[in-house]
């Protein structure tokens, strides 16, 4: 029997919300495409288009307005952000342990910390670094994996 899109989308997609500040918050169940990305390269940003460019990504676009209009401020942005990349990535974290790395003294490191990577990420950070020791590589394999070499007869 086949599922429909909808009610797969109902049983597995569909997003809870949260109460900020009045406003019904989509809870993240997943970061999308690019966010991250974008997220690194706005980190050192405190500008109004930028803030709003990563609430609309990961919360919809019509949620930076509307707590905009409610007069959630700049902490308060920087924390349900940090809160909403916890949340997408997989990790159950608090308001609280939001407003804690954000208010930190090295945000940067906790954000790490805090934000699992993705799996590409994290073997290839679990994985020894190669060295190189001047010597000439080995051969890999006896069988040649090339066509015969033509030589000229001029």
């Not at 679990?126 to 080995?138: L, Y």
């Given at each position: 029997?086949?599922?429909?899109?909808?009610?797969?989308?109902?049983?597995?997609?569909?997003?809870?919300?949260?109460?900020?500040?009045?406003?019904?918050?989509p809870v993240?169940?997943?970061?999308?495409?690019?966010?991250?990305?974008?997220?690194?390269?706005?980190?050192?940003?405190?500008?109004?288009?930028?803030?709003?460019?990563?609430?609309?990504?990961?919360?919809?676009?019509?949620?930076y307005d509307?707590?905009?209009?409610?007069?959630?401020?700049?902490?308060?942005?920087?924390?349900?952000?940090?809160?909403?990349?916890?949340?997408?990535?997989?990790?159950?974290?608090?308001?609280?342990?939001?407003?804690?790395?954000?208010?930190?003294?090295?945000?940067?490191?906790?954000?790490?910390?805090?934000?699992?990577?993705?799996?590409?990420?994290?073997?290839?950070?679990?994985?020894?670094?190669?060295?190189?020791?001047?010597?000439?590589?080995?051969?890999?394999?006896?069988?040649?994996?090339?066509?015969?070499?033509?030589?000229?007869?001029?």
């Amino acid at each position: 029997m086949s599922q429909s899109w909808e009610a797969f989308k109902r049983q597995h997609l569909e997003r809870e919300t949260v109460d900020v500040e009045g406003v019904a918050v989509p809870v993240p169940v997943d970061l999308p495409f690019g966010f991250q990305h974008r997220a690194e390269q706005l980190s050192a940003s405190s500008s109004e288009d930028d803030v709003a460019e990563l609430v609309g990504m990961l919360f919809g676009p019509d949620i930076y307005d509307q707590l905009v209009e409610a007069g959630l401020g700049a902490i308060g942005f920087l924390t349900l952000l940090m809160w909403g990349m916890a949340q997408g990535s997989g990790r159950d974290m608090t308001f609280s342990e939001a407003y804690e790395i954000v208010t930190s003294d090295d945000p940067g490191k906790a954000v790490a910390r805090a934000v699992p990577q993705n799996r590409a990420a994290r073997r290839a950070a679990s994985k020894p670094r190669s060295t190189s020791t001047g010597a000439r590589s080995s051969r890999t394999s006896a069988a040649s994996t090339g066509s015969a070499r033509k030589t000229s007869r001029a």
